[in-house]
């Protein structure tokens, strides 16, 4: 048998075609295996950012190619209130909204880490707020937050009579931001909630049966044993979160718009408003570029995140 | 011998407090009270979301004469409305080509450019998978506006096309950095085997790599295609015409009409649009944690 099958092989492998030899020759196949994907981001992602940046030191409006300005459109948006404004909201927003995030997303974790019946039903019903468009769930906040008929208010003053009138959640400003928060870390809980309890199921048992050997209390697990074993996935977890609650646009776009009076803007909206709708593409370039230097920053943060946990696990950095 | 018998019976029937903690009320108290407020208030808004697409405009307005939470006479009425007086089923159908399309080509190339930097070792592959985790961070609210000038200069201005072509910059990284961690996972030798066998580097990927792959290309594909499903900022950007938006986009901007929100229709075009992703999630419930917290380990 193998003395009949052996020439057939040997003819098979004599005579590849000059096409095959060509994708089987390393070189080739490395640029043509990478060149979708490494073009796909070159035109559409480093290219436009090269492209903002120089936007950003331009007048260019739609319809017409503009001059370079230099610091122009930066020294403007530095004396413009509704600039700071929007700075100062993005990072009211972020800072909250990641407190309440991680505070309550870790605590979800903690609790799913126990066991209990329905635990993978309960696990997958708890990231339905973050499966779903957060365009259409921001809808149903908004009507959450209707003046007239919230749901909020009905209970608080009709069946609850805590208050005598209604709530005006998006009215006034301060309402209206820390109603857009409420809203940002209602979606954010499930992603922090399902990551962290990840981290939480690679904690060896072994360390908390020790701990409680040497008579450590509940709170003395977490503190020493729970929290520096979750500190390299909290990191990670949290860079990710905060670079995009910073830049986020959906929900505050689909609630507010910025309103009331230009008060919640982030500066991702703002960035929207003045570039697309306003037209004017070199400021809100300029606005979307200001938020870079506040993402390297989370980014570096990021980096070490993933450096230390290398180092925690004794692997070598590869 | 009754001390040494009594012994382990007494730390049976007296244990430390970590029995203590388990105990009843407590674990009542501790565990399953705060789990279900936190149930309770992640999933209200879809129940509110579903019981405004049915009820009708009367009772929407009224919570004196109806109690609010329930139903007492459900239509079919916004529903309707949605899909004979508007051009909802377009949307629907153009959200759905856009996002297929977008999760297919970012599958494609995610899958290849994986397997160059975890299998097709060369020098620099490290560097390569470095640059691509850093597009990851890269968020959409920087990219809009020169990525609209990009578009038009394409002349890929209000049309599904330019959308199919841009998603796939949040999308590849996400795949690529997935996919990457389940081909470390196939073990190298079966690789080896095929080429001493003389099998092709191509046919090791079509034959060998990608079939073991399967989990981590589901994992991929329906993460991909959820993303896509949602995206906002983009659509809003490049699309203009009304027939070409996207659900998302669609509902803020076409249905939102006037001083008076037509909250039954805007809710049921919510519960509409979100139940495809909804129904897909539940299908591969696990796919999207393995995906979700694989991306996040690694």
């Known amino acids: 048998m193998s003395v009949t099958t052996l020439?057939?092989?040997?003819?098979?492998?004599?005579?590849?075609?000059?096409?095959?030899?060509?994708?089987?020759?390393?070189?080739?196949?490395?640029?043509?295996?990478?060149?979708?994907?490494?073009?796909l981001l070159a035109v559409f992602l480093t290219y436009p950012l090269g492209l903002g940046i120089w936007l950003a030191f331009t007048d260019t409006t739609i319809g017409r190619k503009g001059d370079f300005v230099g610091f122009e459109n930066f020294q403007y948006l530095l004396t413009d209130?509704?600039?700071?404004?929007?700075?100062?909201?993005?990072?009211?927003?972020?800072?909250?909204?990641?407190?309440?995030?991680?505070?309550l997303g870790f605590w979800l974790a903690l609790l799913l880490n126990n066991h209990f019946p329905f635990k993978s039903l309960l696990r997958a019903i708890i990231l339905m707020p973050w499966i779903v468009p957060t365009v259409l769930s921001a809808l149903a906040f908004w009507w959450i937050y209707d003046p007239q008929f919230s749901i909020i208010s009905y209970l608080l003053v009709d069946v609850l009579h805590w208050r005598t009138t209604n709530i005006d959640f998006l009215g006034s400003p301060w309402p209206a931001r820390f109603s857009l928060i409420a809203a940002n870390i209602w979606r954010g809980i499930p992603f922090v909630a399902i990551s962290l309890l990840a981290g939480l199921q690679t904690i060896s048992p072994s360390l908390y049966e020790a701990a409680m050997l040497d008579g450590a209390t509940a709170w003395q697990r977490f503190r020493y044993i729970t929290f520096p074993m979750m500190m390299?996935?909290?990191?990670?977890?949290?860079?990710?979160?905060?670079?995009?609650?910073?830049?986020?646009?959906?929900?505050v776009y689909a609630i507010t718009r910025g309103g009331p009076g230009n008060?919640?803007?982030?500066?991702?909206?703002?960035?929207?408003?003045?570039?697309?709708?306003?037209?004017?593409?070199?400021?809100?370039?300029?606005?979307?570029?200001?938020?870079?230097?506040?993402?390297?920053?989370?980014?570096?943060?990021?980096?070490?995140?993933?450096?230390?946990?290398?180092?925690?696990?004794?692997?070598?950095?590869? | 011998?009754?001390?040494?018998?009594?012994?382990?019976?007494?730390?049976?029937?007296?244990?430390?407090?970590?029995?203590?903690?388990?105990?009843?009320?407590?674990?009542?108290?501790?565990?399953?009270?705060?789990?279900?407020?936190?149930?309770?208030?992640?999933?209200?808004?879809?129940?509110?979301?579903?019981?405004?697409?049915?009820?009708?405009?009367?009772?929407?307005?009224?919570?004196k004469e109806h109690n609010p939470f329930w139903i007492s006479s459900p239509t079919l009425a916004h529903i309707k409305h949605l899909l004979f007086n508007t051009a909802y089923p377009r949307w629907l159908w153009t959200t759905m080509l856009v996002a297929i399309g977008s999760t297919t080509l970012s599958l494609i190339a995610s899958t290849l450019a994986a397997y160059a930097i975890e299998r097709l070792r060369f020098r620099g592959s490290p560097y390569v998978g470095l640059g691509i985790y850093l597009a990851y961070l890269v968020p959409p609210s920087i990219l809009f506006i020169p990525l609209?000038?990009?578009?038009?200069?394409?002349?890929?201005?209000?049309?599904?096309?330019?959308?199919?072509?841009?998603?796939?910059?949040?999308?590849?990284?996400?795949?690529?950095?997935?996919?990457?961690?389940?081909?470390?996972?196939?073990?190298?030798?079966?690789?080896?085997?095929?080429?001493?066998?003389?099998?092709?580097?191509?046919?090791?990927?079509?034959?060998?790599?990608?079939?073991?792959?399967?989990?981590?290309?589901?994992?991929?594909?329906?993460?991909?295609?959820?993303?896509?499903?949602?995206e906002f900022i983009y659509a809003l950007a490049f699309i203009q015409s009304g027939a070409n938006k996207t659900v998302p986009v669609a509902i803020l901007t076409e249905l939102v009409t006037g001083d008076v929100y037509q909250w039954g229709a805007l809710m049921a075009g919510s519960l509409l649009g979100s139940l495809p992703v909804a129904i897909f999630y539940s299908l591969f419930v696990d796919y999207y944690v393995s995906s979700l917290t694989g991306a996040v380990k690694e």
């Open chain 1, 7 to 39: 020439p057939t092989l040997a003819l098979a492998r004599r005579q590849p075609s000059w096409l095959v030899r060509l994708f089987d020759y390393k070189p080739f196949l490395i640029v043509m295996c990478l060149a979708p994907a490494i073009g």
């Open chain 1, 81 to 103: 209130p509704l600039w700071w404004n929007a700075v100062f909201y993005s990072v009211v927003y972020t800072g909250i909204a990641t407190f309440g995030k991680f505070a």
């Open chain 1, 232 to 251: 390299p996935i909290l990191a990670i977890v949290m860079t990710f979160s905060i670079i995009f609650t910073f830049t986020d646009f959906q929900l």
């Open chain 1, 263 to 318: 008060s919640t803007h982030l500066l991702a909206t703002l960035a929207f408003q003045r570039g697309i709708a306003g037209g004017e593409l070199g400021e809100g370039a300029a606005i979307a570029v200001s938020m870079i230097p506040f993402l390297v920053f989370a980014t570096l943060f990021s980096y070490f995140g993933l450096a230390r946990r290398k180092w925690q696990q004794g692997e070598s950095n590869d």
């Open chain 2, 1 to 63: 011998m009754t001390d040494t018998a009594a012994q382990p019976a007494a730390v049976a029937t007296t244990p430390p407090d970590t029995m203590a903690w388990d105990s009843g009320l407590r674990r009542l108290m501790m565990i399953y009270l705060p789990l279900g407020c936190f149930v309770l208030i992640l999933l209200f808004p879809f129940y509110w979301m579903t019981i405004t697409s049915f009820k009708p405009n009367a009772e929407l307005m009224n919570y």
């Open chain 2, 148 to 230: 609209a000038t990009v578009v038009v200069q394409f002349g890929l201005f209000d049309s599904p096309l330019a959308l199919i072509l841009v998603y796939p910059t949040f999308l590849v990284p996400f795949c690529t950095w997935l996919l990457i961690g389940y081909f470390k996972s196939i073990p190298y030798e079966l690789e080896e085997c095929a080429l001493v066998d003389g099998a092709t580097r191509l046919q090791i990927l079509r034959r060998i790599t990608l079939p073991l792959a399967v989990p981590g290309l589901i994992s991929a594909g329906i993460f991909s295609f959820t993303l896509s499903w949602n």
